[in-house]
């Protein structure tokens, strides 16, 4: 990818090219073709221009030429010889202290209307609306920080390698495969203009000898930055530091072995933490009656196939059955289904009477999650095809509506169960 820095040019070659260096620069970085260059340009000028940074060095691709700043247009004051003049502001005294007495009957009269108007619609928006009382919301946990490594290793590393293979050191972290790429990509560059090409395998053999070396200081960088930030960070991200540990390159070197075990009982010990919280939310969500919160909890353990209490299993499964009455929402039913599809729990969910009304949209939900609930399936009139696909949670929504379920406007039948 291209892109922008200043140069300054140092000399002139007799084949036409240029030798510069970067702005600042105390020794030229490399050679660029002189075409390029504006009329009269002499040695010493500085110039942005943009550059393509190859495997073999930088690129030269033309000169960017700035804006011109447009001349500033200046006001001419004229001096004038008439007399300066004050201007004296006189008001209108008020009638009585009250101003005009028929103007504010007018006013008091249109606000007088105004809140009549606006009694009698709001009177009526009450009658329209179902009052229920929702339950008491749950206090959120603050969420978890994703790992932020540092570069110290990485850094001291590639400051020990010469400069002209540290983009190949910078492009080996990503693996032998991205090397493999660019070096056709710009192997494939040079032919085009008719540039001596790169040695393939010369390249590749370099990378995987800088590869070890690389492998190890990421991974100091991102253990050290895990055991800092150890008490608010991600569970995802402290297994993923820990997974990394096992690889061979890692692993074979010194310097990583106390780390990695210190970070593998740290890890123990966070997830056993992490299922006693996760136990706790889901059992204060039951406590206050949001069903539809815990179930979602539910199915999201900390650690994956993680086992269930069977005691708050009961409990969650009669807290769902409940949740499903005939005189609910066809709403209402749709987002209680949706939460507890996922749950560990949802073969204890089995309600005994369909609803009053089933909408379009339960149906079809019905039918999406029947090889999940084929008993809720079947009570509900819906034949789910064998060859139905297991569904899969939807994502959330959208502010602009483009993914996820259509939330229901009646907030009852949301997250307050």
């Not at 003049?85 to 606000?111: F, L, W």
């Not at 209307?113 to 229920?132: A, T, V, W």
């Not at 603050?142 to 990485?154: S, V």
């Amino acid at each position: 990818m291209s892109r922008r820095i200043d140069i300054e040019l140092t000399s002139a070659l007799a084949d036409g090219t240029w030798t510069w260096r970067a702005a600042g620069a105390r020794k030229p970085n490399g050679v660029l073709d002189g075409t390029i260059l504006p009329d009269g340009a002499v040695v010493g000028d500085e110039l942005k221009v943009e550059i393509d940074q190859m495997l073999d060095g930088i690129e030269v691709l033309s000169v960017v030429r700035g804006r011109e700043k447009a001349g500033r247009e200046l006001l001419e004051l004229i001096p004038s010889d008439e007399p300066f003049e004050a201007v004296i502001e006189t008001r209108a005294p008020k009638k009585d202290g009250r101003g005009d007495g028929r103007r504010n009957r007018r006013d008091g009269g249109r606000r007088d209307r105004g809140r009549g108007d606006d009694d009698r619609r709001d009177g009526d928006n009450k009658r329209r609306r179902p009052h229920f009382e929702a339950p008491p919301e749950v206090p959120q946990r603050p969420k978890p920080k994703r790992l932020r490594p540092g570069k110290t290793h990485r850094t001291e590393v590639l400051a020990g390698i010469p400069e002209e293979q540290r983009p190949i050191a910078e492009l080996a972290l990503q693996g032998l495969p991205a090397v493999r790429s660019r070096v056709k990509d710009d192997n494939a560059k040079l032919a085009a203009g008719g540039k001596p090409t790169m040695p393939e395998a010369t390249v590749l053999k370099m990378a995987e000898d800088l590869l070890p070396t690389l492998r190890v200081a990421d991974w100091l960088d991102r253990a050290e930055a895990a055991k800092a930030q150890m008490e608010q960070l991600d569970l995802r991200d402290l297994r993923s530091v820990v997974a990394a540990s096992d690889d061979p390159m890692v692993a074979r070197d010194e310097s990583t072995r106390e780390l990695a075990e210190e970070l593998k009982a740290s890890l123990v010990l966070k997830q056993d933490l992490e299922m006693k919280l996760w136990e706790d939310d889901i059992n204060a969500a039951l406590g206050v009656g949001r069903v539809i919160r815990a179930l979602r909890l539910s199915s999201q353990p900390p650690k994956a196939g993680a086992f269930f209490p069977p005691d708050i299993a009961r409990e969650l499964g009669t807290a769902a059955t409940s949740a499903l009455q005939p005189d609910d929402s066809p709403d209402r039913w749709i987002a209680v289904l949706e939460a507890a599809a996922f749950s560990p729990v949802r073969t204890l969910v089995a309600p005994t009477t369909p609803p009053s009304q089933i909408s379009d949209d339960l149906r079809a939900t019905a039918l999406r999650l029947g090889p999940l609930l084929p008993d809720v399936a079947a009570l509900l009139g819906v034949e789910v095809p064998t060859d139905t696909p297991r569904p899969k949670p939807l994502r959330p929504q959208r502010r602009d509506g483009k993914r996820g379920q259509k939330r229901s406007n009646n907030k009852r039948d949301s997250d307050s169960a």
